[in-house]
């Protein structure tokens, strides 16, 4: 258990990390605002959840290893070849940056439903669910606040709908599913929904 | 004083989830955005309060109704009909949530002055005036700073002082007037600077 | 010690005020807009850390000295002597402007470091150097996200880094050093750089 939440940690870590980096690229920033905006993006979400959870300091302060491969994404992001392809806007990258954005999205969300029953409130399917969100956007928020954009999750329609889809079902169900399954599948829900939200541009009412 | 709190807090709550969700209408956002901030300036500052006094989870996450209020809310006006009253701004209508926010800011005010009493600051009065005005303003910049907006207490000039100017007083008496009264009139006299401060077009020195 | 950390933050406090005071000047801001730019510039980096840290309340809301240190600076620059200087982009007033933001700077990083060993973090060389690096910016970043600013940061280059560039070593040689000495040189160094690369204006890669 405790392996597979590393490993998922560290694949949302670079996915958002990704994520961070390109928008600071898009924003014709130096070497160190693209890492800023790379690191903030991928630990961001695990800080704000840790802090409302009473967790200080937060755990990415405690283990070095989180930032420092948001760090090393951001500075192979910042790579000349890598860089001229965002600039040219190519449909694959950007169908990459989907992809990661969204695994980030979704691994974030139940790993914020697991570390707030870990400190004592899986009793509550409320406060999971919310955590979860929150833990799950946070990072693109601070990203996009930080970047002078405006949030993301106000502008991608299912964005924080499908982090609620996935962290809901995680939610009700944790303490009658053995955690390892319902994680996987809990992620991949939000990542199916806001994949294919994306793709064939599915909105809310406007 | 349990049950006038609680009623306290649900008026704030509403009237801060209108002022949000409208924020959202005016920027042209959909169903989930103007959910998200009705959400977040009715429950901002209330976890940013909590935080600064180390009360973790935040009182939101443990108790869902006030932000299933807040979304309650948002969704109400999200309707066809309010939404229209909105776009035409209906002189009756700015004039409501003028009212609507000054209650808020009133409300929230006093309410993190009694929080910041009850977590053992009572001795304290520059703390309980400080936690005050932030858990009154907390919720309004949240709002205006995930909107893209320059935050309301920049623009609206007797805004934080309206705050400032009952939280002073209501944090100085604490430990000599019962706290039902002095937390009424101390609200009161929020929204009454707040009001006026509009209506008359006051401003500070500029 | 304790003498000297209350000397190096109320100097901090005060440069910090004046930076944030003149950005709500260049925005136009009235005096209560001038004011609260000034004290979340002075205090904003402080009760991050001591969010980050576990310390509730901040240390802030303790002690009135530094939010009346910071409200009194403000009120110093908004002054007209002080404002016709402002808008007039006076060399002289933006080399001491520049002056007060790096020694605010560097200051407030090495405090960070102090105050996260003294919160039993000594042992933590990565979590000091960050809280260091925090505490030092985080001031900037809270001025310019509410004045609706790209945070400074991304903009002027050395900026982060030279916070970094003092914290690091100071993290490092903390438990083999006496802390007076190492604090003031960290900070030193801090300065330095931050200055030097303004004045040359290094910067890097893009």
Same mark, same amino acid.
């Given at each position: ?22 928008t600071g690229l898009k924003k014709g920033m130096d070497?160190?605002?693209v890492s800023i905006l790379g690191i903030s993006c991928?630990?961001? %979400? /695990? ?5 409302? #959870?009473?967790?200080?300091? !937060?755990?990415? =302060?405690?283990?070095? $290893? *989180? +930032? ?69 956007? %946070? /990072? ?5 606040? #930080?970047?002078?954009?405006? !949030?993301?999750? =106000?502008?991608?329609? $299912? *964005? +924080? ?25 809990s992620a991949a829900l939000v990542i199916t929904i ?13």
């Amino acid at each position: 258990m405790a392996a597979l939440l590393l490993v998922f940690e560290l694949i949302g870590t670079v996915a958002f990390a990704v994520s961070g980096a390109m928008t600071g690229l898009k924003k014709g920033m130096d070497l160190f605002g693209v890492s800023i905006l790379g690191i903030s993006c991928a630990v961001g %979400g /695990g800080i704000i959840r840790d802090l409302l #959870l009473g967790i200080t300091p !937060p755990t990415t =302060f405690l283990h070095p $290893i *989180y +930032a420092a491969v948001a760090a090393v994404t951001a500075l192979a992001v910042f790579l000349p070849p890598v860089r001229a392809r965002v600039s040219a806007t190519n449909r694959i990258f950007e169908l990459l940056l989907l992809v990661m954005d969204s695994v980030g999205l979704g691994v974030f969300t139940v790993i914020g439903i697991s570390t707030a029953a870990s400190a004592g409130q899986s009793g509550n399917v409320f406060l999971m669910a919310f955590v979860g969100v929150i833990t799950g956007v %946070g /990072g693109g928020v601070l990203r996009d606040v #930080l970047a002078g954009n405006t !949030p993301y999750i =106000f502008i991608k329609h $299912i *964005y +924080a709908v499908a982090s609620l889809a996935g962290a809901l079902p995680c939610a009700v169900l944790w303490n009658y599913i053995p955690h390892y399954a319902l994680m996987l599948v809990s992620a991949a829900l939000v990542i199916t929904i806001r994949f294919l939200a994306a793709h064939y541009r599915w909105s809310l009412p406007k």
